[in-house]
């Protein structure tokens, strides 16, 4: 049964969420659907991790951030999706207003930290391609680790401030999120409150945080298509627009479901498409990552192979 306070009720204590599915048949459909996007996400991205980890060929800064990013979607993933899953098959769909808290808070922290942490790794393209002879130099371990950390520190800070601002606000008219998560839209919807400002405030935040991002993606692209235009060599060209390609594919589709469930209009993210944007970048993407920087990735491949003993099978051993 859904729960809902009156304007002089004290605050709720629980949100109720509200699937995107209602056919009972639909819900085992989705639950045994996502339950296995979740698995292959856990299996990729601890994939990437371990081989990354146990391969002293793969210790360079590229596939540093590439564990970095396998690890921002394992967490992100596992932020959302076992809650939705329970949610699948249980009558009451409700969460703890600390476990609103909680999972918006990790939720907005690593989507944040992850946007930075695409831009970090267009500029490691750049210095790579545009700068071959410097790379080493510039590109240190010690280097790798900074940039890294502001991306952590930076999505650290904007949930903070996020978070503080909307469960400042009091929700007592009703606690029904319109919503399978947590989110900062469905939350606004629900307050008995004026949200002018907080609307503002996760508009210009968010914006900051995407337009920045894309503005040094695109700066480094720009130079770098513009070095590979310059080359004599089509294999070189070829070789180095390679290395951009599953980067590329990458940040398209998380900007662009970011652009569009956050600084579209309120009417477009608050209603049923803000939740295929949430599914999109939260399930889908930690899910395809892997597969965009893994099977397209002559290293990882290799690596994979030796791991799993493939080359004595193949009679490549010795």
Same mark, same amino acid.
């Given at each position: ?14 949100? $109720? ?56 979607? %394992? ?81 650290? %800070?904007?949930?903070?401030?996020? $978070? ?45 945080? $995407? ?10 692209? !720009?130079? $770098? ?77 290799? !690596? ?15």
């Amino acid at each position: 049964m859904e729960l809902s306070n009156s304007i002089n009720s004290s605050r709720v204590t629980e949100f $109720i969420l509200i699937d995107f599915c209602t056919k009972p048949e639909d819900k085992i459909v989705f639950f045994l659907l996502f339950s296995l996007m979740y698995m292959m996400t856990v299996f990729g991205n601890g994939g990437i991790i371990f081989l990354v980890y146990h391969n002293t060929q793969l210790h360079t800064p590229m596939y540093c951030f590439i564990t970095s990013l396998s690890f921002l979607d %394992l967490c992100y993933s596992s932020d959302i999706v076992p809650k939705m899953l329970v949610n699948f098959l249980s009558e009451k769909k409700s969460i703890s207003y600390i476990g609103c808290a909680v999972q918006l808070f990790v939720f907005c922290f690593l989507g944040s930290a992850e946007c930075f942490l695409f831009a970090v790794m267009a500029y490691d393209r750049y210095v790579a391609i545009c700068k071959p002879l410097n790379y080493v130099l510039v590109m240190q371990t010690q280097t790798c680790v900074s940039l890294i950390s502001v991306a952590y520190a930076a999505g650290f %800070l904007h949930s903070v401030i996020e $978070i503080c601002c909307t469960f400042s606000l009091s929700f007592c008219s009703s606690n029904t999120l319109h919503h399978f998560a947590c989110d900062f839209p469905p939350l606004l919807d629900v307050s008995c409150t004026d949200t002018s400002l907080n609307e503002w405030i996760l508009f210009i935040l968010s914006s900051a945080i $995407i337009i920045s991002s894309i503005f040094i993606i695109l700066m480094s692209y !720009v130079t $770098i298509f513009t070095v590979i235009l310059k080359m004599k060599s089509n294999k070189g060209r070829k070789k180095a627009f390679s290395t951009c390609v599953s980067h590329i594919m990458s940040v398209t589709l998380l900007f662009g479901t970011l652009t569009y469930a956050y600084l579209s209009p309120k009417s477009k993210s608050s209603n049923g498409n803000g939740a295929v944007a949430t599914v999109f970048y939260a399930v889908v993407m930690p899910l395809l990552n892997p597969m965009i920087y893994s099977f397209r990735n002559k290293d990882i491949i290799s !690596v994979l192979k030796s791991t799993l003993h493939v080359r004595d099978t193949f009679g490549l051993s010795g």
